[in-house]
């Protein structure tokens, strides 16, 4: 089974609007930690935003921020007021802390393109 | 401060070749991270140090791929006999602690022809 997986290859959003990209998870591990990077066409990646399993609250970074559901094992990425410099590869990785892997497991990637 | 830095940033090799790939983590990191980025496979983990454990080596794909870590810091992944099939970004990170976020490097664009 995937442990990561998006299921949205690519979006579209207009400037100025609010875009959610989705992304659910697999593991029995009861400690994780979830994460977003954006990678532009540069190729770097670039860290966005970090959201524990134990976090009680969700995690914001600026216009970054991350609608975690626990029980439905999501970890969705909202970005708000999207900007022409968003439109970058972004991708869900997960980290498992106790049984799993200590690097990181990445899903395949949304391509979210910002339009004028 | 400094990134991460790697070298070459890109390296175009005959089949059959041996590369060697560098990794400059950030200061003070003591987890490092090697992964591959190719068009097929996404994102795939390589190798994982952290301090002065045993890395984790359990995602190297073959015998040909080996890395090591000399005084905590700097990291060579090497490869030997190269195939067409290992034409890959490969992409090091580090973090201060495993757990914690991970910083990546430029990567180094592998050409094998």
């Known amino acids: 089974a995937q442990k990561i997986t998006q299921t949205q290859p690519g979006m579209f959003v207009q400037e100025k609007e609010a875009v959610t990209l989705d992304c659910t998870y697999d593991?029995?591990?009861?400690?994780?930690?979830l994460f977003w990077y954006k990678q532009p066409s540069s190729g770097e990646m670039i860290f966005l935003i970090y959201?524990?399993?134990?976090?009680?609250q969700n995690a914001t970074e600026g216009r970054y921020s991350l609608n975690f559901q626990k029980a439905r094992k999501s970890a969705n990425l909202v970005i708000s007021a999207s900007q022409l410099g968003d439109s970058a590869m972004y991708f869900c990785a997960m980290r498992e802390g106790v049984t799993g892997r200590r690097a990181l497991t990445f899903g395949s990637g949304t391509r979210l393109q910002v339009q004028p | 401060g400094a990134g991460v830095s790697q070298s070459p940033s890109n390296k175009v090799t005959e089949k059959g070749k041996d590369v060697e790939l560098r990794c400059d983590p950030i200061?003070?990191?003591?987890?490092l991270y090697w992964y591959r980025q190719s068009l097929g496979q996404g994102l795939e983990f390589l190798i994982y140090f952290q301090g002065n454990s045993a890395p984790d080596k359990s995602g190297l794909p073959s015998d040909r791929f080996s890395a090591e870590r000399t005084g905590g810091s700097v990291s060579t992944l090497t490869i030997q006999r190269t195939q067409q099939e290992d034409s890959a970004v490969y992409l090091c990170a580090s973090s201060l602690n495993e757990g914690y976020e991970q910083y990546f490097g430029p990567g180094t664009r592998l050409t094998v022809t």
């Open positions: 959201q524990g399993s134990y976090d009680q």
């Open positions: 200061s003070g990191h003591t987890a």
């Open positions: 593991t029995s591990d009861p400690s994780y930690g």
